[in-house]
């Protein structure tokens, strides 16, 4: 719906819309904020003129969605039991609802989702390039006119990333899936490699096994460095300070080998 807002409560979204110049809040979305258990408007004493059912365009479906206004809100954050209750509200009362208000809308920066693909499009444009990751971020704060890439407006975010050059899509795997993967290419490579020096002897004493020595040892090397880029490009967001011991032994190998 052309009225809907996306915001942030630290990292959790809420969904807004705007009836008539009244803020309606996404009824699941603040329950799961509040961890408030059965988002069920009819367990919440509310005003039924206050609930509103609409349609928004989620997962490529329309799907009903409840929405409630304000002093709705108010009767879920009385149920809510979590110390993040009172800061939820005052949130809400005290900066959201009266920027709402003043403006019509809610200034938006990226959330912590949006910030993990532009530094992921940061460092696949320094792959890509060979420009110093800071010379980038440099670039795209002077670009955007803001201090850091963490205040980029998200109206802007689709602008950045497709100035960084695009970022790839990554699978579903996670980064320690991404290190047992890399792992097995370290140690596979390491055998490749002792058997590529064993492989003249056994040519020597006309070994039976000489023809697949070689090809364990030479003809593997292709199909090894495959993999080895494969595993870069796709390990390319995890930064080089932040690594753990396992990945320190294993991530030289995969992008400077």
Known sequence: MS??????FHQSQVRIQLLNNEPLFCLTDVTNILNVKNANA??????EAGIHKMYI?????NREITFINEPNLYRVIFRSNKKEAVDFQNWVFEEVLPTIRKTGSYSLTINAEQQQQIKQAVNERSY???EHYQA???KLYEQFKIPRYQDLPASKF?????????????????????YKLARLLFVANYMREKIQLIEPALRIIDSSYRGAFYSMGVEFKRDIESARLIIKRETMHIIT???????NRVL??????
């Open 3 to 8: 009225n809907l807002t996306i915001f942030n």
């Open 42 to 47: 009819s367990r919440f004493n509310m005003s």
């Open 57 to 61: 365009r989620s997962g490529g479906q």
């Open 128 to 130: 890509r390039t060979g």
């Open 136 to 138: 980038i971020y440099t």
């Open 158 to 178: 689709d602008e950045a990333i497709k100035w960084l050059g695009g970022v790839h899509s990554r699978s579903g795997l996670s980064d320690e899936d991404w």
């Open 241 to 247: 300070n932040h690594l753990t011991a396992n990945w």
């Open 252 to 257: 030289p190998v995969i992008r400077y080998h």
